[in-house]
C-alpha cells in the first residue's frame, strides 16, 4: 500500500508539474515509482507486466479493460488520480466523497471507510489526501465536493 501511495504521490507530483498535464503522464510517474501492483505477486512479476500493459493501455487511449481487472483497476487509478492531480489547483474544490459500489458496502472495512470523517463530513476526503482502495472497491468513483455542498 505505501507502495502504491508513494507512487500515487509521484503521479500526481508530474502531472502538476507537467506543461501537458494528461493520463499518460500520470501513468508513466506512476509505474516508474512501481505502482501498478498485481494483489499477491512475490515476485513483483506480473506487477510489472502490468505496468508495461498499463503505459500501453493509456498510450493507446484505452480507458476499460473489460477482462483484465488489474488493468482495469489501474485504468480507473490513473484516470481518477489524474482528474484529482488538476483538482488540487481548483481552489473550488475543497475534497471527493467516496461512492463505492453496493457490493463493496458488504465488507465491514470498507464501509467503515464510506462513513470516515475527517471534518467534511462522511466519506470525504481532503483534497490533499491519497486514498488507495483495496480491489473490493472497484467501481468506486471520487465526486468533487466544493464549499458550497459541504455548507448546503
Same mark, same amino acid.
Given at each position: 500500500?505505501?507502495?502504491? %501511495?508513494?507512487? $500515487?504521490? @509521484? +503521479?500526481?507530483?508530474? /502531472?502538476?508539474?507537467?506543461?501537458?498535464? !494528461?493520463?499518460?503522464?500520470?501513468? %508513466?510517474?506512476? $509505474?516508474? @515509482? +512501481?505502482?501498478?501492483? /498485481?494483489?499477491?505477486?512475490?515476485?513483483? !512479476?506480473?506487477?510489472?507486466?502490468?505496468?508495461?500493459?498499463?503505459?500501453?493501455?493509456?498510450?493507446?487511449?484505452?480507458?476499460?479493460?473489460?477482462? !483484465?481487472?488489474?488493468?482495469?483497476?489501474?485504468?480507473?487509478?490513473?484516470?481518477?488520480?489524474?482528474?484529482?492531480?488538476?483538482?488540487?489547483?481548483?481552489?473550488?474544490?475543497?475534497?471527493?466523497?467516496?461512492?463505492?459500489?453496493?457490493?463493496?458496502?458488504?465488507?465491514?472495512?470498507?464501509?467503515?471507510?464510506?462513513?470516515?470523517?475527517?471534518?467534511?463530513?462522511?466519506?470525504?476526503?481532503?483534497?490533499?489526501?491519497?486514498?488507495?482502495?483495496?480491489?473490493?472497491?472497484?467501481?468506486?468513483?471520487?465526486?468533487?465536493?466544493?464549499?458550497?455542498?459541504?455548507?448546503?
Amino acid at each position: 500500500m505505501a507502495r502504491i %501511495r508513494d507512487a $500515487v504521490a @509521484a +503521479g500526481r507530483q508530474a /502531472v502538476r508539474q507537467s506543461a501537458r498535464p !494528461d493520463r499518460l503522464t500520470f501513468a %508513466r510517474a506512476f $509505474v516508474d @515509482a +512501481g505502482g501498478a501492483q /498485481v494483489p499477491g505477486d512475490r515476485s513483483g !512479476d506480473a506487477s510489472g507486466a502490468l505496468g508495461e500493459r498499463l503505459l500501453t493501455a493509456v498510450a493507446s487511449g484505452q480507458s476499460a479493460a473489460s477482462t !483484465d481487472a488489474d488493468l482495469e483497476r489501474e485504468l480507473q487509478r490513473v484516470q481518477t488520480e489524474t482528474d484529482w492531480a488538476l483538482a488540487l489547483d481548483d481552489e473550488r474544490i475543497i475534497g471527493f466523497l467516496l461512492d463505492l459500489p453496493d457490493s463493496a458496502m458488504d465488507i465491514p472495512t470498507v464501509e467503515a471507510l464510506a462513513h470516515q470523517s475527517q471534518g467534511l463530513g462522511p466519506g470525504i476526503f481532503r483534497k490533499a489526501d491519497i486514498l488507495v482502495l483495496q480491489p473490493e472497491c472497484d467501481g468506486a468513483r471520487f465526486i468533487p465536493v466544493t464549499e458550497h455542498d459541504i455548507e448546503c
